[in-house]
Structures are given as structure tokens and as C-alpha cells.
């Protein structure tokens, strides 16, 4: 059971927000979790430059998500790579 992740930490059926320090910078971390413990999964985005299509879609799945009926956890990184960022 994933409970937190980088200091990054939500209660059963809660959704928590942070940052994980990368290299004196910011990375954004989502943990979603369900109502019920199950299996985790990990959603990135923002891998390269130009792909910003990655970031939306984290934000649309965590926009859809109903946390009352997800079993397990959802963690969400939409930049994996920081450095194409800046």
C-alpha cells in the first residue's frame, strides 16, 4: 500500500499535492488515492520538450478520476523531466 509518495501524502479517498526536490528544482507530484488499498500506478508526462500533451493528460485522468470507486492509488508525476522545463 502506497500512502505517500516524496513527502507527498493524501488519506483514503483524498487527493494530496507537492513537490519532489530534483537537482534545485520543483518536480510536481499528485497522490491520488482510492477509497479502498490496491494496486499503485504511476502516470508521468513532459518526458521532452515539445510534448506537453503529457501534463493534460494527467490532469484529465486526476480530472475524471472518482475516488470513491478507485481501489488503490494513483501517482501522479506530469513532469519527468524538469530540466526540458525550463
Partial sequence: MVEGFCGVAAAP????YGAL???GMKVPVVV???ST?????????LQH???FSGPAAVDGALAHLDLAALRGTLLGLPVANPI???
Avoid at 479517498?13 to 494530496?16: A, D, L, S, Y
Wanted: hydrophobic share 30%; net charge negative.
Fill in 32 to 34: 491520488a488515492r482510492g
Fill in 13 to 16: 479517498g483524498q487527493v494530496g
Fill in 21 to 23: 526536490d530534483f537537482e
Fill in 37 to 45: 488499498d490496491g494496486p499503485t500506478l504511476l502516470v508521468t508526462g
Fill in 49 to 51: 520538450a515539445t510534448e
Fill in 84 to 86: 526540458q522545463l525550463s
